[in-house]
């Protein structure tokens, strides 16, 4: 079955361009040719939350990312959609990477505060 080009951006990954001066757009675009950014609702209520949320928020709207509906735990949420999409996920969370590399599937992390990293892959299909 072949991976989709959707990237999803968890709620750490939004504040990676302020933190680290990192473009995630461009590099993530590098990664995955074409990709389609996306963010789930839950990630944007978490951001309200957070100090330095708001440029976070302002990312996802500069730069039109696909918002979509999520209920529950966001990390669960993410799970859920990168398996039911073949999608990979953009964060640094330690505990979500080991579920997503439980699925087989891709994520994108940051490497030496200073640029990304792709691993993993969609497995085939039954």
Request: glycine share 10%.
């Amino acid at each position: 079955m072949a991976q989709s080009n959707e990237v999803v951006l968890d709620t750490n990954f939004l504040l990676v361009p302020t933190q680290f001066k990192i473009d995630i757009v461009g590099e993530i675009k590098q990664l995955v040719p074409g990709a389609k950014f996306v963010v789930l609702s839950g990630s944007l209520r978490e951001l309200e939350n957070i100090k330095g949320g708001k440029t976070g928020m302002l990312f996802v709207e500069k730069n039109g990312v696909d918002v979509k509906e999520s209920r529950g735990h966001v990390d669960d949420a993410i799970v859920d959609y990168a398996r039911e999409n073949k999608a990979a996920v953009a964060t640094n969370d330690v505990m979500l990477i080991q579920r997503l590399k439980e699925i087989g599937a891709p994520v994108i992390r940051m490497r030496k505060k200073q640029t990304l990293a792709l691993e993993g892959y969609i497995k085939g299909g039954e």
